[in-house]
């Protein structure tokens, strides 16, 4: 199709052509406005339901759907205030919002509040209860606790709601704002989701952050934590960090006493696209700069590369960290996942069958192999012990 | 105790966990299933119907209450499904919940509003979806969403499942259940207006010299 300049009227076609079902000539203006919107979008964030929520079911209609309406309604209104209170009576000790198991609160400064309950600091013990939300203005901290699980502080501006504390799983949502967690519980019971990647602890104490936008950075300062998305895995150990996007999930980590010029060009790369198969200008100002230390980041380049980029980045990689016996050059440049594994463990960062157990025992995962796969929604269904 | 069920879209090459569901079932066939109880059934329908939620909600309600409402609207749709009887009509019938989500949360957010005398925009009735966000680097966004909230209802609502959600009109109109020529007038006629409004926003900015 041609454009026509001097038509004005087919032009408004064109573009609302475009406007309508992205077909016939792009209209800017509606290009600039979808990619600048994009980050407001829903972010896939999974449906949590409690496991005992009433699934809908179909039933035979009964005698009441058989009367007459005025009959039938009242009818209804009797049974229904018959079942509404003997449901009240029954349940009422155990249904309300503040029961059931949920974690310590406590008010650091300011007024946070749970739900739209404020926490005074004069308060022995609040509850956060499953489902529940917590809430810090810009100036109110809180800290939850558990036994179990550890201490997580919660910053300013910042909202976490609890999803889920068991035995073997704790699970929160941070919205937004920033935590920082201390966490005893075993590798892979403790786990965050934030709208651009979900955070697994795997023995660690870390710093996470969640934008407005969705976006979010991770900061580790013992141990190691997993972030993943989408199909991809980050893991960030002490002294790095990492940083995430909405639609993108995790960025690729870096130690943080990295150069500077090192740290640029890794953000570009980050940007300008993540699955380059041809060296770039920020590709080879990374290899170029990296040190040995910089495996982290040349390890997880592998899976964000391929073809001769990847080919790039692993000579870079095996020069300053010298594969184990058992990886092959080939193994690597096919995403062989034990090799993966093997070459992860050879930098000493943390023992990667951790978090293989994790992905086996908690949450389906996809392999490093399929990363690069164009992405296609499927249902996962997930129930806890 | 609080065993929790997950249901969410996730990555390729993952086989569906317990479930017999078709990934490409139409949506009646996953109604149906849904109103009897499959769960991975009602994971689809989340998948599938998550963004234009997420778009009605955008359309009334801060930005920061969406996600939650989201989750919201899909738990109270759940028991609801059996009272459904044209499941054809699903999509209407969950548009609606999450339209009285909205109403509902502005209702019940009046008497503690405590923010209202912060709040400078007097041409609009409803509070701006983007209030509470402060990001920089997301300004203009906001900028841009506080103006197609200022359009009628149906534009907006239209307007946002297009630009924010990425949702072609085609695919409103199913999702919806609007016909494809509603979707395409309001998309014409909020477009219109969206641009007139950010032409006058951005004329002041543009030196002054108009």
Sequence with gaps: MTTHANDPEKNKLMNDDYLWDRSGTPDPEIQRLEAL?????????????????????TRPRGLLLRMPWLPRLAAAAVVLFALSAS????????????????????????????????????????????GQTLTTNSTSRASLSDNDLGEIKIDPNSRVRLLQTDNNHKRIQLDVGTIHAAIWAPPGQFVVDTPSA???????????????????????????????????????????????????????????????????????????????????????????????????????????????????????????????????????????????????????????????????????????????????????????? | MAALIELHSSRSGFPAVNSPTEFTASDDALVRAAQRGDRPAFGLLYARYA????GILLSRVPYSDVDDLVQDVFLRALPRLSSLREVSKFPGWLAAIARNRATDFHRRAKPHDEFDEHSVNTEAEQPSPSTRLTSHSTAEAHAVLDAICSLPDSYRETLILRLVEGMTGPEIAARTGLTHGSVRVNLHRGMQQLREILGRKAAPLAGGEL
Excluded at chain 1, 88 to 114: C, H, K, M
Excluded at chain 1, 329 to 353: E, F, K, Q, T, V
């Design chain 1, 37 to 57: 919107l994009a980050d407001l979008r829903h972010a896939d964030q999974p449906l949590i339901l409690p496991a005992d929520a009433p699934a809908a079911s």
């Design chain 1, 87 to 130: 449901i009240y009576f029954a349940l009422r000790p155990t249904s309300t919002p503040d029961a059931g198991p949920g974690w310590d609160v406590t008010n650091l400064e300011g007024a946070p509040q749970i739900g739209t309950k404020t926490i005074s600091t004069t308060q022995a013990a609040a509850k956060l209860h499953v």
């Design chain 1, 198 to 385: 979900v955070a697994v602890d795997l023995g660690c104490a870390y710093t996470l952050q969640v934008a407005p936008d969705g976006s979010g950075a991770i900061r580790t300062t013992l141990g190691w934590v997993g972030f993943h998305l989408n199909g991809r895995d980050s893991f960030i150990p002490a002294g790095a960090m990492c940083s995430t996007r909405p639609k993108f999930g995790p960025g690729i980590p870096y130690f943080e006493d990295a150069g500077e010029i090192f740290r640029n060009a890794l953000h570009d790369f980050d940007l300008s696209g993540q699955s380059a198969d041809s060296a770039s200008p920020a590709l080879n100002t990374i290899l170029s700069e990296a040190r040995p230390r910089d495996g982290l980041t040349l390890w997880h380049l592998l899976s964000r590369t391929t073809g001769p980029a990847r080919a790039q980045v692993y000579a870079r990689f095996a020069a300053l960290v010298p594969p184990p016996p058992a990886v092959t050059r080939d193994g690597i440049l096919a995403l062989d996942p034990p090799m993966l594994d093997l070459y992860w463990n050879a930098l000493n960062l943390g023992d990667i069958s951790v978090w293989r157990f994790w992905e086996q025992s908690s949450e389906p995962h996809q392999s490093p192999a399929s990363r690069q796969t164009p992405q296609k929604k499927q249902l996962l269904l997930k129930k806890a012990p």
């Design chain 2, 51 to 54: 963004r234009m939620i997420h």
